[in-house]
């Protein structure tokens, strides 16, 4: 079966079809972000102690960093692998380049 999840748009960028469980697992994890900032400004808003918000601020800095691993993971796993059996390694190159943005 091919996977066409991975393909161009009309003007020519990339785009991604995910499964529903895909979409749901990445928009939880993002709704779940979005209160956790919403938290921190209104801990600055009452004008919470620094440690408590640095505290709060680690923990949104994990989330993102879990919600990069699980979307990294399945870009690997479905557009990545696809290029490579299609021979298109410049998907190589972009990948080396996506990671040294990720661990700046």
């Given at each position: 079966m091919e996977d066409k999840s991975c393909k161009s748009c009309c003007c020519g960028k990339k785009t991604k079809e995910r499964s529903e469980e895909e979409y749901k697992s990445l928009i939880h994890r993002l709704?779940?972000?979005e209160g956790q900032i919403r938290g921190i400004?209104?801990?600055v808003e009452r004008n919470a102690y620094c440690p408590d918000i640095l505290v709060q601020s680690a923990?949104?800095?994990a989330a993102m960093n879990a919600f990069?691993?699980?979307l990294l993971s399945n870009?690997?796993?479905t557009c990545?692998?696809?290029d490579i059996q299609e021979g298109n390694e410049?998907?190589?190159d972009e990948l080396v380049a996506t990671?040294?943005?990720l661990m700046k």
């Open positions: 709704n779940r972000i400004r209104g801990m923990a949104v800095t990069n691993r699980e870009h690997i796993r990545v692998v696809k410049e998907v190589i990671l040294q943005k």
